[in-house]
């Protein structure tokens, strides 16, 4: 139902405006009878269908382009229509759609190619079939596809995110690259129809067609447009294209002969030697190759290094096949003889643009794999400037005596609190300062212990060092830590309170714990880690010193 309206619509409009045409002109010009008239109504739609036909002595095959938009846009509205009539629950039976709408359509096309044939006109039941089928089952399965999408309220933008990964990614790099080469054919040959622009306006003067002749001249190189835009894509790829035998187009030199009277083939250089100015359009391939590996490899990334640029001579591979086809709808013949050879070869667009476009896409996507995979820059902590001032002006005022080694040299670096420790004179090192300048030793606490407490900004400002070579003061250190360090020393009974840091013990001491020993001494070391949240790190250390050992322990 669906194929037969969209067929029906159209070769409806085409027989009333060949009725139309067979009252106003001659009737010899479409024939005496009105079958005749339908036959040419017939022959018509199946040119806009891009179906060729055979004439005495040849088969015209060059078709415009742009006639498919006609058809097309029929296909589509019958598409939706077939979407909102039946009940398709999932985007997988869209295929099914476009087959259903695809199949009754082609049958339409090969009958009337039948219906159409006369002695002269005979077109072609095998290009009327395929042609009826490819362009039923794009455009109609668009117009369900976009049915689809719309009763189930999906945007357009999401469709690609619905799709699988890898298919996803080549097909965006065969339509990247591909738009590329295309978009580049149309510059060309824009750019080379305004440089002989006055040569298309002498054309048209001699033709001298009237108003009615100049709007249908116009209408019909609007027409064939897409058709030299793909001729000018395989120009910058390398081939070239043919107008006729023995001739050629390509950057390796130009070789042409008698042309038709139209205007837009003004854009065609003279024979000799290809324009110098056209050759950077070679680089076209390239670019599109970089274009369409980068986009493959963006939307889905391999972990596998290997298989990066395999995906990108992937795409290379379908953006030929693409071209080729493209290529075999643009090229063609007209009638006989000289015109018998006019457009691109597809099979050497393919293979070439195929080879340009994949080694390109391969190095591109590589890269772009990498990147990818690339491990983020790890951040480096970066103090604010007055917290560096601060810390520089403070390394003057020496570090403790206690300290040694490189929590020495970090606690250098670590500015003090000296007008806090001069306002609070109970503080362990609080007004005790002398007129130079020095560290006063600790205070020793009960039982003989001397307790050594040390902010955390001298173990964090030596590992701030270690891992990033940048200062951290005091606030730094407790907000990014929480840690305190405690050590000192004392004697054995007093260790044994969990909430003492140190002891030290004397000789007495010692001979307690070992009665068989009463000359040697004992120390015990002990220090401590403290983190805010109540956890602490003990580290415990003991010597022993006597007559008998004359050293340390």
């Known amino acids: ?37 339908f036959r040419v109504a017939v022959q018509a739609w199946l040119v806009g269908n891009h179906a060729g036909f055979a004439i005495p002595g040849g088969h015209v095959g060059l078709l415009p382009i742009g006639l498919l938009v006609l058809p097309g846009l029929l296909l589509y509205r019958s598409g939706r229509w077939l979407a909102r009539s039946c009940h398709l629950p999932r985007l997988r039976h869209v295929f099914q759609a476009a087959l259903a709408l695809a199949g009754p ?26 042609s009826g089928f490819l362009l039923a089952s794009v455009a109609g399965g668009l117009g369900v596809l976009r049915q689809l999408l719309k009763d189930k309220e999906i945007p357009w933008s999401r469709l690609l995110g619905i799709m699988p990964a890898r298919p996803r990614s ?19 040959f824009f750019a080379a129809l305004l440089m002989s622009m006055r040569e298309a306006v002498d054309v048209t003067q001699e033709l001298a067609p009237g108003p009615v002749g100049g709007a249908l001249l116009l209408v019909i190189q609007l027409l064939y447009l897409p058709n030299a835009v793909i001729f000018a894509m395989s120009y910058t790829v390398g081939p070239g294209f043919t107008v006729g035998a023995d001739t050629i187009v390509a950057p390796t030199g130009v070789a042409l002969g008698p042309l038709p009277q139209l205007p837009m083939l003004a854009a065609l250089p003279e024979s000799g030697a290809a324009p110098v100015a056209s050759l950077v359009a070679l680089a076209a391939p390239f670019v599109a190759g970089g274009v369409g590996g980068a986009l493959t490899l ?29 290529s075999v709808l643009a090229g063609g013949s007209i009638g006989a003889e000289r015109l018998a050879e006019v457009g691109p070869s597809a099979w050497q667009v393919g293979l070439i643009t195929a080879l340009e476009v994949g080694v390109s896409a391969a190095v591109v996507a590589w890269v772009a794999n990498w990147l990818s995979f690339r491990p ?66 600790p205070r020793p606490t009960e039982g003989g ?22 200062d951290l003061d005091e606030d730094d250190a407790a907000g990014l830590f929480g840690i305190s360090y405690e050590a000192g020393v004392g004697d054995a009974a007093d260790r044994a309170d969990g909430d003492e840091e140190a002891v030290s013990g004397d000789g007495g001491a010692a001979a307690a714990d070992s009665p068989d020993r009463p000359a ?22 003991r010597r022993e010193s006597g007559p008998e050992t004359g050293a340390d322990g």
């Not at 965006?172 to 978009?183: D, F, K, N, R």
């Open 520 to 541: 040697s001494a004992r120390t015990t070391r002990l220090k401590r880690l403290r983190f805010d949240d109540g956890a602490s790190i003990t580290f415990l250390s």
């Open 170 to 188: 080549l097909l965006v790099g065969t339509l990247s690259a591909t738009s590329t080469l295309l978009v580049s054919g149309a510059l060309l």
């Open 376 to 441: 983020p820059a790890m951040p480096v902590y970066r103090p604010a400037p007055d917290k560096v001032r601060r810390s520089r002006s403070a390394a003057s005022g020496g570090a403790p005596a206690e300290l040694s080694g490189r929590l020495a040299r970090a606690a250098r670096r670590v500015p003090r609190p000296r007008a806090a420790a001069a306002a609070d004179p109970d503080a362990p090192h609080g007004g005790d300062r002398g007129g130079d300048g020095a560290v006063p030793k």
């Open 298 to 326: 963006r939307s889905a990334p391999t972990v596998v290094s290997e298989a990066a640029p395999l995906w990108g001579l992937v795409c290379g591979v379908t953006t030929g096949l693409a071209c080729a086809g493209l």
């Open 1 to 37: 139902m669906a194929a037969g309206s969209a067929a029906g619509i159209g070769l409806t409009t085409l027989v009333t405006l060949t009725l139309i045409g067979w009252v106003a002109a001659p009737h010899a010009t479409f024939g005496e009878d009105i079958g005749d008239v």
């Open 449 to 470: 212990r001397r307790e050594r407490r040390r902010p955390a900004a001298a173990v964090t400002a030596w590992w701030s060092r270690r891992r990033g070579g940048q």
């Open 105 to 130: 359509y082609a049958a339409i096309s090969g009958t009337l190619a039948l219906v159409g044939q006369t002695e002269v006109v005979r077109p072609s039941m095998v290009q009327a079939l395929a």
